[in-house]
């Protein structure tokens, strides 16, 4: 069972406006939280994290919201460039001592010009 | 050279045949890590190495074997796969294989299993 779900498949934004990425999760041991970014032909790459300690963490145009009673997260780009086009990876882990990341499934990000 | 070198991109084989998948880190990180995509899937992890030894091994059937030299590189030895285990291969390094460490990952090998 899925530990970690994008169920969002895709998403279309207009250059310049908000994008709003979401995941979910269930395991409540989860207690940091990463993004990563996928461009087609290459592996994955580090985008921004937040730990269960904060509710919010910032880093340029993304922002990343954590809602623990929810088990809720979320990614925003603001604004939305066309080079923001990917894939975007969830994903979690706990401290077993393991750096095992639990990932989502992803979302297609489609940033228009 | 890039941080993590993944070879061959494209791979096809046949499911009696014996293929090695190979990575190469350039970090100088001492954990790294194997991950399988299969289509409309997440990424699963498989195996972990720190400093050359196995730490993690996620379950994984023996058709798969990892092997680990250095704390440079990265095999995985396939032999008699199912067309199932067709998917993207994914290796990955961190610095220290510890919790809450950055992953680096490699560009990945698409596997064709016939």
């Known amino acids: 069972d899925q530990q970690v779900k994008q169920n969002s498949p895709s998403l279309s934004v207009q250059e310049g406006r908000i994008s709003i990425l979401n995941c979910d999760y269930t395991?409540?041991?989860?207690?940091?939280f990463l993004w990563y970014k996928k461009y087609p032909a290459e592996g994955p790459t580090f985008l921004i994290s937040i730990s269960s300690i904060k509710d919010k963490n910032e880093d340029g145009r993304f922002t990343v919201f954590l809602n623990k009673s929810a088990k809720h997260l979320s990614l925003h780009i603001v604004p939305s460039q066309p080079g923001d086009s990917a894939v975007y990876f969830c994903?979690?882990?706990?401290?077993?001592?393991?750096?095992?990341?639990?990932f989502g499934t992803g979302t297609r990000l489609t940033v228009i010009p | 050279e890039t941080g993590v070198t993944q070879t061959p991109r494209h791979l096809v084989m046949g499911m009696t045949n014996k293929k090695s998948l190979k990575c190469e880190q350039h970090?100088?990180?001492?954990?790294m890590y194997w991950y399988k995509q299969s289509a409309k899937k997440p990424l699963e992890l498989m195996f972990v190495y720190n400093f050359k030894e196995q730490t993690e091994n996620n379950s994984v059937p023996s058709r798969f074997s990892p092997e680990c030299p250095n704390s440079s590189h990265l095999f995985l030895h396939l032999h008699t796969l199912q067309p199932e285990d067709s998917a993207l291969y994914l290796c990955?390094?961190?610095?220290?294989?510890?919790?809450?460490?950055?992953?680096?990952f490699g560009s990945g090998t698409q596997l064709s299993v016939l």
């Open positions: 395991n409540s041991m989860f207690d940091y």
């Open positions: 990955a390094s961190s610095r220290e294989g510890t919790a809450n460490e950055k992953l680096f």
């Open positions: 970090l100088g990180h001492n954990a």
């Open positions: 994903a979690a882990t706990d401290q077993t001592g393991a750096n095992n990341l639990f």
